[in-house]
């Protein structure tokens, strides 16, 4: 017997015939003779809507008030689940997240789960029920309901095969698994047998958008298999793993972001100390800065150019302006007309010309590239937006095709 961790993506328990198939492949699973812990996100598009309806009600509403607001779209999801699977004939029981035991940092709309005591869970599967768990939320310190931030399901179920060593994670979603690009824009594109943390999590924060970033890492952590498949369609799905066993490929995707910024100051003063305070005024915001490239100091200046995330724009600017006034710098340029396309994957450790492919490709399809970035498994280059979906495709073509 094993114990089995399932969680099902918002479009998995969309409506109520997704929820009845969601308890089909619940009961097949606990029918084998496992337990089975599952882990539900809010129906469809709730999430979306109940912010929607906070924002209606007051848009400066404070952070906790919305996690009590957004947490209810698990409760629909648990308890419509739960009746499903009692209605096949099943024992279940479904629990909230403090039900769960998750407690978690008291920084509400993005709280970070602190640990898990699964006491709970332990003993209701011990009276053999099947127990359905509301993702995306816990329990702070001082008895509040927190959220994990958008997508926190995936860590959720995560967290929960991390503390009860669960023998699978599978992650149910609406695609089939890992693929080099995304299927729906890239007609050949792959669906991979497996992929190691490392990639994963290069392509989940590059925008590909299977599995929440935070989760991966999670996974890394404590070693979890994670299995993403698709609960629509019966086949295997994408291991993801340590890299060890992994099926040999030089590169395992392309991802486009079109959600970045590129932001240049330009005519910084060329002596020790203006990129740390430049960049320390953006850490104090938190804001994230991705590639970065300062150009070679003349007539005593020199220019940085960054990306950062979209919405992160106009913080980032204000934290700035007071950087030029301060260090005497002559301007801020901005653009959002920019996407960054990267390639990843484990084998380009130990392959030389990787990257050169890549810009072949590009070259090929009169591509400009604006900055390049690299790391030991990844490549990114920045270009103009309208190129971004011709860029991926020329380089699938290139790496997959040829
Ligand atoms: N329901 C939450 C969201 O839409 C959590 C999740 O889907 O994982 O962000
Ligand atoms: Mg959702």
Redesign the pocket.
């Given at each position: 017997m094993s114990l089995i961790v399932q969680k099902f993506?918002?479009s998995s328990v969309a409506n109520a015939e997704r929820v009845f198939n969601v308890a089909r492949i619940v009961t097949e699973t606990y029918d084998k003779g496992n337990d089975v812990v599952v882990v539900v996100?809010?129906q469809g598009d709730?999430?979306?809507d109940l912010i929607a309806k906070g924002n209606e009600i007051n848009p400066n509403a404070s952070k906790r008030e919305r996690d009590m607001l957004?947490s209810a779209?698990?409760q629909i999801s648990i308890s419509l689940l739960a009746m499903a699977i009692e209605k096949l004939g099943y024992p279940v029981v479904s629990l909230l997240g403090w039900q769960a035991g998750f407690q978690t940092s008291s920084a509400h709309t993005s709280a970070r789960i602190r640990r898990v005591q699964p006491n709970r869970i332990r003993k209701e599967l011990d009276k053999k029920r099947i127990v359905i768990v509301a993702?995306?939320q816990g329990v702070s310190r001082y008895d509040d309901i927190t959220?994990?931030?958008?997508?926190?399901?995936?860590?959720?179920a995560v967290a929960i095969a991390a503390a009860m060593h669960a023998d699978l994670c599978q992650i149910f979603t609406d695609v089939e698994g890992v693929y080099t690009a995304d299927p729906r824009k890239v007609k050949n594109a792959r669906k991979l047998r497996d992929i190691s943390y490392d990639e994963m999590l290069e392509l989940a924060t590059m925008g590909a958008q299977v599995l929440?970033n935070r989760s991966v890492e999670m996974a890394k952590k404590y070693n979890i298999e994670l299995e993403v498949l698709s609960s629509l369609v019966k086949a295997p799905g994408t291991i993801v793993k340590e890299k060890s066993k992994m099926e040999k490929m030089l590169i395992s995707g392309v991802a486009k972001d079109t959600d970045i910024a590129r932001i240049s100051v330009i005519g910084i003063p060329d002596v020790p100390g203006c990129a740390f305070k430049m960049f320390s005024k953006l850490s104090a915001k938190n804001i994230n800065v991705d590639i970065i490239l300062q150009s070679i100091g003349r007539d005593g200046t020199k220019d940085i150019s960054f990306t950062i995330a979209a919405d992160r724009l106009e913080d980032a600017k204000a934290a700035l302006n007071d950087f030029v006034e301060n260090v005497g710098a002559k301007d801020i340029l901005t653009s959002t007309d920019v996407a960054k396309i990267s390639i990843v994957g484990a084998g380009m450790e130990s392959h030389a010309g990787v990257a050169t492919k890549m810009f072949e490709a590009l070259y090929d399809a009169q591509i400009n590239i604006r900055m390049i970035a690299t790391s030991e498994i990844k490549v990114s280059v920045l270009i103009a937006k309208k190129d971004a979906d011709r860029a991926v495709s020329a380089i699938h073509e290139k790496f997959f095709e040829e």
């Open positions: 993506g918002g996100s809010a709730t999430t979306d957004v779209g698990e993702g995306f959220t994990l931030g958008r997508g926190g399901s995936d860590t959720s929440n």
